[in-house]
Structure formats: structure tokens, C-alpha cells
């Protein structure tokens, strides 16, 4: 295919010669050499990001780049971000959304391009990876320094002296941490990704602490701690792999969590309004409260009995209200509970202050809890609703990307509060005084960058100048690909219909199977893979039948095998060749409608004299389905459907917008056309 390359105001860049950009002759000269010594082919698409990444790092000017599957994107910017680093005085934080991409970067792409480019750098380059301090084992916890405010570490069933004095076998949480202590003793990094197999999140806790909870340079382990260690090694590295959640903490907290640096990479960009709503979304409720209780009381001299109050009052308040949005804010009751919450907070961080009882680590921790409640209860009260979104929630959990997960009325309220709009702190945390370079496969909507820059603060009055360039994708879609759209079935209801089963079924057979089925709840995916396992031999394999890895390795292996699931798999699942032949959408992945943020977020677009629903909900929709549709084609040879059983994406009048953000498959609602191709790609 011939290269085509488009800027943010869709003016086409085809004729423009990457290698007259500024800063552009060193970087591809870079670039051409490491391809040569991979082994890889010379891809248009690629050199021109390069050279637009590098032209941004010479001008200061931002940058957005949407580069399809198949780019090379990784590539594309580290060469730029080395040659960079070379002469800068400060390093090159690259920021990912997952652990698992900065796990590829740091542990395959970057050593494999400073091997390509021994030798045309003078020095190697050094690159550090950063994460969190709970990603990190905690020496001074291992060796007992903190208090076990879960439980005995080894009171699981199973565990612990038999009758007649024999030891019984340890339970599964025992054997994790014991496994866990013996990996501290060996490992280099304490880096919980480094734990094979991996472990539970309780067996975790048990190792490791979060960043208020550290003890910081009081602790009597601090020249040997992990998390120390790998801060030092990114103050002096090259570039710095770190994550959106870091990201955010530097750019709102005002906390020095990364080493000072003035360019920023940020990779899978289309995830970084949520994950920075994420890292700053704060919760209480009366289990947190009374938490801090348990532990002021355990581990200091103060009295607990304010906080116990202080739960008691924030359950009458909050409990009889159902879950969802307080527009309105808090009634006078729950101001009242809020403050006292906060009153007793701070009386018990007063009291606890110099307290001798019990180990420093202990106190310390049961102060952390103290001032987090005490941080969270002044955030809340000060709320503005023009500006925060507060709103009650049940069990289970919320994430910006997921919605509920697990919620249940009639269970205690946990109250939460999140930003409207992370546009003003980013453009003042993360642009002002950087250059900052955004990435993703799929950043433009609706063939556009505006509501990408506009949900990033680079848009409207006093915004910072940016440039966007689309730089397509090596693939030839319309002969790789078909996008089929079930434009037959109802509209879609809650579940899956019986409708949509026979359509997947049909499918699912004329495929042979190799199909990743992407589903907007759990229970759906459950229900459809339950209901086909009954209707054929094919196998079928869910999410939550075992670890995630394992089930996308079943599914690699055999081309007969389908993969049913939900969010992780629409984003996090690479499967090339003929094994995944046949991707199938169940719905429009809309934001679900008990989303508060989502919802304020459409009442402020429409009180803003804007669509709420195309600005929110289908923009949403449309980058999780362009996601989607982009786990089919992953390399030159392979070939397949993307199915959507919505009808809507062919009826309704925002189809044609949603269908804009897709990957360029030949389109057709013809369902014996989409079988016919089934079958014969079963058979080649």
C-alpha cells in the first residue's frame, strides 16, 4: 500500500519528506539502522512518526500521533527519545497505560534496539523502569517491621500445628508468601512482575506497602529498599518507562514521584484522561474509618472511640441513599458525618503524634490511614459541583473504564468524588514547561483529534500549541478484512438475546472456531459461552476459567478454539495469524448508564449547549470499538471478520461517526457473503 499520512485539520502530508523536518536526518538515520540490524522492513508510516516525534522534541511544540497496528510505534519514538537524551540535561519519561506494555518495552523493545545500535551510539544508553512503591516487596515488612493488620500471615485453613503435633500442609495464601519471602532473598529489582508464577494481591500485601505507608528515609532498610533503588537508578537513566498513574501523581500531587524531566511520551494516550481520573479519584466510607479505629487502637496509645462515632454517623447518613450522583452535594447530615470524619482525623493524627507505643513502622501506618481520611473528608467538603462529581457507590468496585464492578444495594455506601474534567491540571501539571508527544493506535475520533485534545486540556482559551498527524497503518484492510454488521437482529436488550446466540453460533461454525468473542459484561460473556457450549463441539473458553495469559495462550494454540470475554481482551489481547480469524462485538460498547462520571459529564456537555450523548457516550463507544475491531488484523497475513451483532451501527444516524473511527474493513450486512468467507478461510 502507498503511504498516506493526514494532519489535525485532515490536510493530506503524503508529498511531505519526513527527512526535511527538523531534528529528522539524525533520528532516521537511527531508525533505518536498527531496522536493518532486526532484521525488519522499512515502513513509511513509521519513519514519518519518527520524524514528526523528533521534529516536536526539536520545536517544543506537542504532539499527537495516531499510528495503526502494524506501525511500529515503540520504535518510532524511542529512536527519537535516545537521540534526544544523548544531549539533554534531563531524562525522557515514557509513560504507558499497563504494566504489560512497559513490561515489553523495558524487557524486549528497548534492550533489542540498543543491541541494534551498538554501534552507532558512543555510550549505551540507560533506561529505567518506575512503578509505584507497592509494586515493590518492602524488606523492612518482610523482616516484620510492619503490623499485620489482615491477620496471622499463615491463619488460612490448612495451616499450622495438626492433632499429635504434625504440621499440616500450608494453605494457597501461606505458600504465596512463603515462596514470596524466599524470592526477596534472590531477587535483584523486588519487582512483583518479576514473581513467577505470580502470586494473589493478599499474598502481595504481605510484602509490600503503599506510598504512605513507607517510612520513607526513617526506615532502618532504606539504602537496600526496592522501590529507593529503582527512584535512583531513574534520576540517572536516559529515559524513564513509567505509567499513566505515576504520571498523574507528579503532574496534580505536586509529589516528586519521577525524576524532573521536560519531554514526556505518552503511549496508549487514549487511556490517559481515564487513568488520570482514576489515580485521583478518592473514596470513603465507614469500613475506611473504622479501619483507622482498629488501628489507631492496636498500634498507638490515642483512643480510638471518635472514629468509632465518626463511622457510626457517616452509615446514618449515607446508608438510606441509593447509589448514583449527588448532584446537589451533601444534605446538612452528611456534611455533618463528612466533618466529623475530618474532626476526628486530625484529633487523631494530633494525638498520635510522638506516641511511643508499638514500632514506629506500626504508628506510622495507622497515622497514613489517619491522614488519608483526613485528606479525603477536606477534599469532599470543599468540593465544588461545578467542578467535582460526587456520587455513592455499593461493594464491589468502580473504575473509569469498567463502570461497577460487583455493586449491590442494600450494602454499606462507600461515598466517592472525582474531577469533572482533568483538562485544566493536565495543561498545567503535564504541558506547561514540557514538550509532551501522545500515541495510540486509535487517538483521532471520527476521523478527528479534537476530542482527544479537548479531554487532554489542549483546547480552548490560553491552551498550548499542539500538531496531530494520522500515519495509517501498513495493512491492507479491505482485502485483509471484512466488517460485517448483523443489521438483521432487534435491536439489542439486556444479555444476549436468543437472536444473537444463533447469529454467533452460525458464525462460530462457518469459522471453524478462532473467534474472540468481546462482550460488554461479564454475565454476558458467561451466559454466551455457556449457552454455545450446549450447541457445539467447538471449544469454548471464557474469562475466568483461569488466568488470562493461560486462556489467550489456549486460544493461540489451537485454531479451533474460541475466546469469550470483556474489557481486557477488547484492549489487551495480540493474537496474529490464523488462530484469531474472527472477532465478534455483541454490542455498542456504550458507557454503561450508571456511570456517574459518565453522566455528569453528559449533563455538562448539554448545559454547555453541546450533544452530551455524541461528546460522551459515543465517543466513548467509539474508541472502545475501534480497539475492538483492531484485535483482527495484528500482521501482513492475516485475514478475517469483525462481526457486530448491533444493528444500530447500520440504522442508527451516529453509526456512520462510530464506523469513522473503525479500521477501513470492506463493510457488509449481507450474512451469507460473511459465512461464505468464513468457510473458505476455515478451509485455507
Known amino acids: 500500500m502507498s503511504a498516506s499520512f493526514v494532519d489535525e485539520a485532515g490536510h493530506d502530508l503524503s508529498d511531505v519528506r519526513p527527512e526535511t523536518l527538523p531534528g529528522a536526518v539524525d533520528t532516521l538515520e537511527l531508525l533505518d539502522s536498527a531496522v536493518t540490524a532486526l532484521g525488519g522492513q522499512r515502513r513509511e508510516g513509521q519513519r514519518f512518526m519518527a520524524a514528526k516525534v523528533a521534529e516536536a522534541l526539536e520545536t517544543g511544540r506537542h504532539l ?68 509505584g512503591r507497592s509494586n515493590y516487596a518492602c524488606l523492612h515488612k518482610v523482616e516484620g517491621g510492619y503490623p499485620d493488620d489482615d491477620g496471622a500471615l499463615f491463619d488460612v485453613p490448612g495451616s499450622g500445628p495438626a492433632a499429635g503435633g504434625a504440621d499440616r500442609p500450608l494453605g494457597g495464601l501461606a505458600q504465596q508468601v512463603l515462596r514470596l519471602r524466599e524470592w526477596v ?23 509490600s506497602v503503599t506510598a504512605k505507608e513507607c517510612l520513607g528515609r526513617k526506615c532502618p532498610l532504606v539504602e537496600e529498599c526496592f522501590a529507593e533503588r529503582a527512584r535512583a537508578e531513574a534520576g540517572e537513566a536516559d529515559v524513564v518507562i513509567t ?31 481515564d487513568r488520570v481520573t482514576g489515580a485521583v479519584t478518592a473514596s470513603l466510607s465507614a469500613a475506611a474509618v473504622r479501619a483507622a479505629a482498629t488501628a489507631v487502637r492496636k498500634h498507638t496509645a490515642a483512643s480510638s472511640d471518635a472514629l468509632e ?66 485528606d479525603t473528608a477536606e477534599r469532599m467538603l470543599s468540593a465544588d459541583t461545578a467542578h467535582d462529581v460526587l456520587w455513592i457507590s455499593r461493594v464491589g468496585r468502580w473504575s ?46 471520527g476521523s478527528s483529534f479534537s476530542s482527544t485534545a479537548g479531554a487532554l486540556g489542549l483546547q480552548g482559551p490560553g491552551s498550548p500549541a499542539w500538531r496531530g498527524v494520522d500515519v495509517g497503518s501498513p495493512f491492507d484492510y479491505r482485502r485483509q478484512g471484512i466488517l460485517y454488521v448483523a443489521k438483521h437482529l432487534a435491536k439489542p436488550g439486556r444479555g444476549v438475546s436468543e437472536e444473537q446466540l444463533e447469529e454467533l453460533l452460525g458464525l462460530l461454525e462457518a469459522s471453524g472456531g478462532g473467534a474472540l468473542g468481546l462482550f460488554s459484561s461479564r454475565r454476558a460473556a ?69 456511570d456517574p462520571l459518565g453522566t455528569a459529564r453528559t449533563r455538562a456537555a448539554e448545559r454547555a449547549g453541546g450533544n452530551g450523548f455524541m461528546s460522551v457516550s459515543a465517543t466513548h463507544a467509539a474508541v472502545r470499538l475501534a480497539q475492538g475491531a483492531g484485535r483482527l488484523i495484528r500482521a501482513s497475513g492475516d485475514k478475517g471478520v469483525v462481526a457486530v451483532l448491533d444493528s444500530r451501527l447500520a440504522t442508527a444516524r451516529y453509526g456512520s461517526f462510530l464506523a469513522r473511527s473503525l479500521p477501513p474493513l470492506w463493510p457488509t450486512t449481507d450474512r451469507s457473503t460473511v459465512l461464505g468467507a468464513l468457510e473458505r478461510l476455515a478451509r485455507s
Open 526 to 594: 458467561e451466559d454466551a459461552a455457556e449457552a454455545l457450549r450446549d450447541r457445539t463441539e467447538l471449544p469454548i473458553l471464557c474469562q475466568g476459567d483461569a488466568s488470562l495469559p493461560s486462556l489467550v495462550k489456549e486460544f493461540t494454540d489451537d485454531p479451533s478454539a474460541s475466546l469469550f470475554g470483556t474489557m481486557s481482551l477488547w484492549q489487551g489481547v495480540d493474537v496474529p495469524g490464523q488462530s484469531c480469524r474472527l472477532v465478534v462485538i455483541d454490542r455498542i460498547p456504550f458507557p454503561r448508564p450508571d
Open 185 to 207: 532473598e534472590t531477587t535483584e529489582t523486588g519487582d512483583r512482575d518479576d514473581v513467577q508464577p505470580g502470586v494473589t494481591d493478599a499474598a502481595w500485601r504481605q510484602v
Open 309 to 374: 462515632k465518626a463511622a457510626q454517623a457517616f452509615d446514618l447518613a449515607f446508608d438510606p441513599d441509593p447509589s448514583g450522583l449527588l448532584p446537589r452535594g451533601f444534605t446538612e447530615e452528611q456534611v455533618y458525618a463528612v466533618g466529623g470524619v475530618q474532626d476526628a482525623a486530625r484529633t487523631g493524627l494530633s494525638d498520635t503524634k510522638g506516641d511511643s507505643k508499638g514500632e514506629d513502622a506500626a504508628r506510622h501506618a495507622a497515622r497514613s490511614r489517619l491522614s488519608e481520611l483526613l
Open 243 to 273: 505509567n499513566h498513574a505515576l504520571l498523574a501523581i507528579n503532574a496534580f500531587e505536586g509529589l516528586a514521584v519521577l525524576p524532573e524531566h521536560d519531554v514526556v511520551i505518552v503511549d496508549e494516550a487514549h487511556e490517559l484522561r
Open 64 to 131: 499527537l500521533v495516531q499510528a495503526g497496528t502494524g506501525t511500529g510505534k515503540s520504535l518510532a519514538y524511542l529512536v527519537p527519545a535516545l537521540r534526544h537524551a544523548r544531549t539533554a540535561d534531563k531524562p525522557v519519561v515514557v509513560a504507558t497505560a499497563t504494566l504489560a506494555l512497559q513490561s515489553q518495552i523495558t524487557g524486549r523493545d528497548v534492550p533489542r534496539l540498543l543491541d541494534a545500535l551498538e554501534d552507532e551510539l558512543d555510550d549505551r544508553p540507560v533506561v529505567a523502569l518506575l512503578k
Open 400 to 445: 473509569p473504564t469498567e463502570g461497577y464492578v460487583g455493586m449491590s444495594e442494600g450494602e454499606p455506601a462507600t461515598l466517592n468524588i472525582a474531577p469533572l474534567s482533568v483538562a485544566g491540571p493536565l495543561r498545567e501539571g503535564l504541558f506547561d514547561g514540557r514538550t509532551v508527544v501522545l500515541t495510540s493506535a486509535t487517538l483521532a475520533v
